[in-house]
């Protein structure tokens, strides 16, 4: 059974900083694109940042610089650490595969996500 787990938002000022982290299980975590996305209020979810297998990792632009994204394939834990924070970062941020969403049982498999409220 597949199962994300996000944590490590919160309340923070701009300008702050704060750690996602997303715990996964039952993932083929180390031959997948893993990705951080974000949904605010009346917006479609977006993707933030993406880390392959290689390495090889990608950035909206409103993040560049700001996010850097990780993960630790014998853990399985994907992390996002975010700096500068701004108001608009302000969204819920889920982790899942990238291009595509992790699929069981023929549906898509997202977790809870984790809130990030950024105060200006």
């Known amino acids: 059974q597949v199962q994300l787990v996000e944590s490590g938002g919160g309340l923070v000022q701009a300008g702050g900083s704060l750690r996602l982290s997303c715990a996964t299980s039952g993932v083929l975590f180390s031959t997948l694109g893993m990705g951080w996305y974000r949904q605010a209020p009346g917006k479609q979810r977006e993707s933030v940042a993406v880390?392959?297998?290689?390495?090889?990792?990608h950035y909206t632009d409103p993040v560049k610089g700001r996010f850097t994204i990780s993960r630790d394939a014998v853990k399985k834990i994907l992390y996002l650490p975010m700096n500068s924070l701004k108001a608009e970062d302000t969204a819920g941020y889920y982790c899942?595969?990238?291009?595509?969403?992790?699929?069981?049982?023929?549906?898509?498999?997202w977790g809870q996500g984790t809130q990030v409220t950024v105060s200006s």
């Open positions: 880390i392959y297998p290689d390495e090889f990792t």
């Open positions: 899942n595969s990238h291009p595509n969403a992790i699929r069981e049982r023929g549906r898509d498999v």
